[in-house]
């Protein structure tokens, strides 16, 4: 399933409600920033940049700890962009959905021997509940909110949604609530609690999980290429993996078929380049 992409559809979709929960702000006009940055892309399918005022709201889902490069390194590369490109202050949540031991998920910042940059970090798990519940956009969170009792806080979360009155609205909401209760709750009780119709009915469910499935995809093309590459030439530099992970499905294929012919690493180069 696509969480961090159900997570990016509410936040382009309710950014009012996020910047509320955020930034502790009403704002009257907020502008969704689509993820055109300079250069070549980190990883643009799970971040959202809100445009508030004088300042860059940057939204960074992660469900694993776990990245290349590090998230701490990602999120000053990111700022270094954004602030090149908007000339306003950045600020960054790093919102981490299923609970972890991992260092990763308790780190605020990045430090080296010349560089210190602070981000905000928020593990949902530990989150109060009480303020995804009184916003529609944020619903969906609620379900992996603190709780003595998961399964009355996910039909206290159906409850809250079967009252949205707009039905595309309240489809929508459904669907994102049903994709990121499966990292909590099994796939039975989701939907005995929530109205499965709503979830196969609406248009937004269907584009994400073919986001999803094309995500599954390039994966596992990136997999083997990097690994095919790896064995040819030993580690790749980081560089040459984040232009490696920005090609489409399409273009890891053909390089998957084309590197079979590199002999040394410049010719790898020469193929990006």
């Known amino acids: 399933m696509s969480y961090d992409n159900a997570c990016k559809y509410l936040a382009e979709r309710f950014p009012a409600d996020f910047t509320r929960w955020l930034l502790g702000i009403e704002a009257t006009r907020v502008r969704v920033l689509k993820t055109e940055l300079d250069l070549e892309p980190i990883r643009a399918d799970s971040v959202s940049f809100l445009r508030v005022g004088d300042r860059i709201l940057h939204l960074e889902f992660e469900t694993d700890p776990y990245s290349n490069p590090p998230i701490p390194f990602r999120m000053l590369d990111y700022s270094v962009r954004l602030k090149r490109k908007y000339r306003r202050d950045v600020e960054q949540f790093v919102i981490f959905l299923q609970e972890s031991s991992n260092e990763i998920a308790f780190t605020t910042e990045y430090r080296d021997r010349t560089t210190t940059h602070r981000y905000n970090v928020i593990r949902l798990w530990e989150e109060d509940p009480a303020i995804f519940l009184d916003n529609p956009g944020l619903l969906p969170l609620a379900v992996l909110a603190r709780s003595d009792s998961p399964q009355a806080l996910l039909e206290q979360v159906a409850e809250r949604v079967d009252r949205i009155e707009n039905s595309d609205r309240r489809q929508g909401v459904a669907a994102c609530t049903g994709i990121l209760a499966g990292l909590r709750f099994d796939r039975d009780l989701i939907r005995s609690i929530l ?79």
């Open 195 to 273: 109205r499965a119709d709503f979830m196969r009915e609406s248009v937004i469910y269907q584009d994400i999980l073919q986001e999803g499935r094309q995500e599954g995809k390039k994966e596992e093309a990136l997999l083997l290429v990097t690994r095919q590459l790896e064995w040819k030439f030993g580690e790749i530099t980081p560089v040459l993996l984040e232009k490696i992970r920005s090609l489409s499905i399409q273009d890891l294929e053909n390089l998957g078929v084309d590197l079979l012919g590199f002999s040394e690493l410049a010719d790898l180069e020469a193929w990006l380049g």
